[in-house]
């Protein structure tokens, strides 16, 4: 069955790093988009990033923009999150997706920004 594992998750301080990795099976990956999707307590789920089946194509959130990189690796069944600049506005539980009918969503990765 499609499984999706998110990892990567934890405390830093403003301005410091983190990347998330979100290991797939049970599906052909390489044939598939992929997103990452965050959710802050009393948000709604927001689109982080979204990348093609060949990682040809990228697109992200407006606020994340320019600090916020998606990649994959299609041999490694896995798409990254390289979050650079953390601001505290970043803090939320962060999910990878795979979008279809039906889509399956990873358990999330906490992510906390604070001083």
């Known amino acids: 069955q499609v499984q999706l594992v998110d990892s990567g998750g934890g405390l830093v301080q403003p301005g410091e790093s983190l990347r998330l990795s979100c290991a797939a099976s049970?599906?052909?990956?390489?044939?598939?988009?992929m997103s990452w999707h965050r959710q802050a307590p009393g948000k709604e789920r927001e689109l982080v990033a979204s990348?093609?089946?060949?990682?040809?194509?990228?697109n992200y959130a407006a606020s994340v923009k320019g600090r916020f990189t998606i990649s994959r690796d299609n041999a490694k069944n896995t798409v990254y999150l390289q979050m650079n600049s953390l601001k505290p506005e970043d803090t939320a539980v962060y999910y990878c997706k795979r979008p279809g009918s039906p889509e399956y969503w990873g358990q999330g990765t906490q992510v906390t920004v604070s001083s």
């Open positions: 049970g599906f052909t990956f390489s044939r598939s988009a």
């Open positions: 990348i093609t089946s060949s990682g040809g194509s990228t």
